[in-house]
Nanobody
Framework: QVQLVESGGGLVQAGGSLRLSCSAS????????MGWFRQVPGKEREFAAA????????YYADSVKGRFTISRDNAKNSVYLQMNSLKPEDTAVYYC?????????????????WGQGTQVTVSS
């Protein structure tokens, strides 16, 4: 069973940057697809970015493409989300998720395990 712990959230001004980290326990991390989702109160959790098990394929929501970069370090059992040019509408709780499947990584149902989330607040 994999456990995920996010870190790196916080308060930043519009135009600024943050780097989220997700640390995974367990020995199977290198075989997992990983994703980042975000959620604001009263709205559904939405896909932000994902990366396949080998780090060769990445996927982004249109709303973050060109501003966010997902990466992973399998030696450190970690996945990262570099967020640049942040906007107030990026404010949300960001969740790290792990997928044991090999299909699409852009849907919530693809993921088996979730972290507890980290708050990102972008002020205008």
């Amino acid at each position: 069973q994999v456990q995920l712990v996010e870190s790196g959230g916080g308060l930043v001004q519009a135009g600024g940057s943050l780097r989220l980290s997700c640390s995974a326990s367990g020995r199977t991390f290198s075989r997992l697809g990983m994703g980042w989702f975000r959620q604001v109160p009263g709205k559904e959790r939405e896909f932000a970015a994902a990366i396949d098990w080998g780090g060769t394929s990445t996927y982004y929501a249109d709303s973050v493409k060109g501003r966010f970069t997902i990466s992973r370090d399998n030696a450190k059992n970690s996945v990262y989300l570099q967020m640049n040019s942040l906007k107030p509408e990026d404010t949300a709780v960001y969740y790290c998720a792990a997928s044991q499947g090999s299909g699409t990584y852009i849907t919530i149902n693809s993921y088996d395990t979730w972290g507890q989330g980290t708050q990102v607040t972008v002020s205008s």
